[in-house]
């Protein structure tokens, strides 16, 4: 089956530990996304990456780290820096053109702090 | 910067009746509008897209408009069902542009 998956579903954190989000897809998509979710409001986009071995910061990158080493795979790190870690994460990606469009999710991660 | 908004209040509903959401937004004129659904605890998933050029799109009980001028989306869907229950999001995106902007979504609730 083709798709995105993420791991793990449920992810805890204690305090200033970094923790790394798995994102991983299988439609030969050159674009992937990072986005949160808070509750009662919108997704927002943390990072992106057109192409492997680059990306760019999205509305709210501070605290976070990502890496695009290879064109299946999308980690985020959420960094000690990020002081209201507390969200659901959702990876996303999309097919190539400018602008992108239908974009995949993933079922998402969500981070709890302990 | 851009701002898009959906209705916050969760939109009740009959079975039968058809269900309308909207989605306006401000500042730039995007390539294209996007609704997708969420359900709890999952990730959203693509219904339809719209261009800028296009007044209306359908798709089975779907229907989506848009409205340069007013700067809105119309969603619509048709004779709804209990299973339409979930939280419906708008998304825009610019041209030259690589990334989108996803409203905050408007949960409706479709009563048997």
Not at chain 1, 3 to 30: A, M
Not at chain 1, 82 to 96: D, E, I, R, V
Not at chain 2, 63 to 81: E, Y
Request: aromatic share 12%.
């Amino acid at each position: 089956d083709g798709g995105i998956t993420q791991s793990p579903k449920y992810l805890f954190r204690k305090e200033g530990q970094n923790v790394t989000l798995s994102c991983e897809q299988n439609l030969n998509h050159d674009a992937m996304y990072w986005y949160r979710q808070d509750p009662g409001q919108g997704l927002r986009l943390i990072y992106y990456s057109q192409i492997v071995n680059d990306f760019q910061k999205g509305d709210i990158a501070e605290g976070y780290s990502v890496s695009r080493e290879k064109k299946e795979s999308f980690p985020l790190t959420v960094t000690s820096a990020q002081k209201n870690p507390t969200a659901f994460y959702l990876c996303a990606s999309s097919g190539a053109g400018r602008p992108q469009e239908t974009q995949y999710f993933g079922p998402g991660t969500r981070l709890l702090v302990l | 910067s851009q701002k898009i908004e959906q209705n916050s209040e969760a939109l009740n509903i009959q079975e039968g009746k058809t269900a309308t959401l909207t989605c306006n937004y401000t500042n730039y004129s995007p390539a294209y509008l996007q609704w997708y659904r969420q359900d709890p605890g999952r990730g959203p998933v693509f219904l339809l897209l719209i261009r800028e050029n296009e007044k209306e799109k359908r798709k089975e009980r779907l229907k989506v408009t848009f409205d340069t001028t007013l700067k809105q989306s119309l969603f619509h869907i048709t004779a709804s069902q209990p299973a339409d229950s979930a939280t419906y999001l708008c998304a825009l995106a610019l041209y030259n542009f690589n990334k989108f902007y996803f409203g905050s979504g408007t949960k409706l609730n479709v009563k048997p």
